[in-house]
């Protein structure tokens, strides 16, 4: 996990459990990413991606969850996606890191152990397990497979004939959100960002080239995975501010019409 060093004594560990993860990864169809924490979801995302395999992550919060499927990647066009598309297809779908604007790090320095694990409503992880069944099931009789295009909004705007949409069991979101707190759902869409830290072309060209060493490299050196994914430079672009406000234009234009897109 990155920002979990790992030193010389748990190397012939890690190399197995890498290799263990690798085999059941290539082995399995679909890979459920149930995890404790934001760096654990790394390393699975990152072989997903490398191996295009569906992916489904469900996280949860106290009285919150996200329930997201993956996207595609093609490796051969690291173009950014077309931000103002509606409804886009798996190709310009994101993964769970394709918001973050830092790489995943140790989340569990300086915390008290009730706030290293999850405390959750009674009932929580049992809607977001069910949600996450049922993206994979609606995903799976869907003709387009993996690369259905995603729900944003009131389904009512999509005629039960548009099969780019509609598949057997009927559309299929990106990312659900809900909370308990006031019983409330969203569909909401991240789209792929080229520089993203965990399925990004850089980011899955090291991992296919140097394997074992670049999970070592992620693990231990700080910032590397910003430096490879090409986001350090993002950070520093002198522009950043305007970037940033014609991004949440972006996704305010997209609210006023009821969808949530995250750019």
């Known amino acids: 996990m990155p920002g979990h060093v790992v030193g010389k004594s748990m190397l012939d560990s890690t190399k197995q459990s890498l290799e263990k993860l690798e085999e059941l990864v290539e082995k399995s169809d679909v890979v459920f990413l149930l995890l404790d924490s934001r760096e654990a979801r790394w ?16 996280a949860l919060g106290f009285d919150s969850y ?10 051969t066009s690291p173009v950014s996606p077309d931000l103002d598309a509606r409804n886009p297809c798996g ?6 890191f394709c918001n973050d604007v830092t ?3 140790n989340s569990q320095t300086d915390r008290t152990l009730d706030q290293q694990c999850t405390v959750s409503r009674p009932g929580l992880s049992q809607i977001a397990a069910g949600l996450a069944v049922e993206l994979l099931v609606a995903l799976l009789q869907h003709s387009q497979g993996i690369e259905a295009a995603a729900l944003v909004g009131n389904s009512r705007d999509i005629s039960p004939s548009d099969t780019e949409f509609v598949g057997l069991l009927g559309c299929i979101p990106h990312t659900i959100r809900g909370s308990l707190w006031n019983y409330d759902t969203h569909l909401t869409i991240t789209h792929r960002f080229t520089s993203c830290t965990a399925c990004s072309v850089p980011i899955i060209a090291e991992y296919k080239n140097r394997g074992l060493s670049f999970v070592l490299d992620a693990c231990n050196i700080p ?21 940033c406000y014609a991004l949440d234009s972006i996704s305010d234009d997209d609210e006023d019409d009821g969808n949530d897109v995250i750019p």
């Open 103 to 105: 790489q995943p790090g």
């Open 43 to 58: 390393l699975p995302t990152v072989l997903c991606a490398a191996k295009n395999k569906i992916a489904i992550n469900a």
């Open 66 to 75: 996200t329930v997201q499927r993956h996207g595609t990647r093609n490796f």
């Open 91 to 96: 190709m310009d779908l994101g993964c769970y």
């Open 223 to 243: 910032n590397y995975l910003e430096k490879l994914s090409g986001l350090e430079q993002i950070l520093k672009r002198p522009d950043l501010d305007e970037l």
